[in-house]
């Protein structure tokens, strides 16, 4: 494949530029190109295929990160921080900064649909971060201008509990996931041992059941059926049996 046109390249380079990287670099410039195409472009030249090698890229970047940085961290709590690091929102922030969408083809139509933005930004960093990884088929391209961003986002998170409760984690998760959130059903319980068990909520996704949990307000309550349904959503065989 070749780049659409003679300008293209040049203005990739930017791009690579704005990331601290060497235009030297083994950057493979096609990929580059299609990784910032969307469908409404080309319906078969776009980043759709880079975007779902991209999502697994994103994710390793991430837990090697939290694992060097915070070894004595808790499975659970990799997890809900890792969930947060690579949700749309956290990834669009950062292509953002990065200023990735004056770089992207896509049709007027696409371009201004502002609900689909935070979606679209998303996608397209992930699949520029594909094509980073297969320029070397290892993190060196990404990590050292990626990490300061996921550090300083780890840390916020760790510092305020409120941005990584398990209640946002699941969202966050299903939102990337399916682009939907889940629901929660809520009742009193008429007879209970203590305040902990005044609240029973269950949390549904797709019509299935993924956790139930009680509490002394309803807030608790869906608290605790969000972190078994998360917890429960680590496990890779549970993941791979709700997206089939």
Not at 27 to 40: F, G, R, S
Not at 112 to 134: I, M, N, P, Q
Not at 211 to 231: D, N
């Amino acid at each position: 494949m070749t780049l659409g046109y003679p300008n293209r390249k040049r203005q990739l380079q930017k791009l690579i530029q704005r990331l601290g990287l060497s235009n030297q670099a083994p950057i493979p410039w096609d990929l580059l190109d299609l990784a910032l195409t969307h469908p409404t472009l080309s319906a078969e030249a776009n980043y759709e295929q880079l975007e779902f090698v991209g999502d697994s890229v994103v994710r390793l970047v991430a837990s090697e990160l939290l694992f060097e940085v915070y070894p004595h961290c808790p499975v659970g709590e990799f997890a809900a921080i890792r969930s947060i690091l690579v949700s749309d929102r956290t990834l669009a922030e950062i292509a953002d900064y990065y200023g990735m969408s004056q770089f992207l083809l896509a049709a007027g139509s696409a371009m201004r649909d502002k609900a689909g933005e935070e979606s679209r930004l998303a996608d397209c960093f992930e699949a520029v971060l594909a094509t980073l990884y297969l320029g070397t088929h290892d993190l060196t391209l990404i990590r050292p201008w990626l990490d300061p961003h996921f550090r300083q986002r780890a840390a916020e998170i760790i510092r305020d509990p409120a941005r990584h409760n398990y209640k946002a984690a699941l969202q966050e998760w299903t939102q990337s996931h399916h682009k939907i959130l889940p629901e929660y059903k809520v009742q009193q319980n008429r007879q209970i041992h203590n305040d902990e068990e005044r609240f029973t909520a269950e949390v549904w996704l797709k019509g299935r059941k993924l956790g139930e949990g009680t509490g002394r307000s309803i807030k608790s309550a869906e608290q605790a059926a969000a972190q078994v349904a998360f917890l429960s959503l680590v496990d890779t065989q549970n993941l791979t049996t709700l997206q089939h």
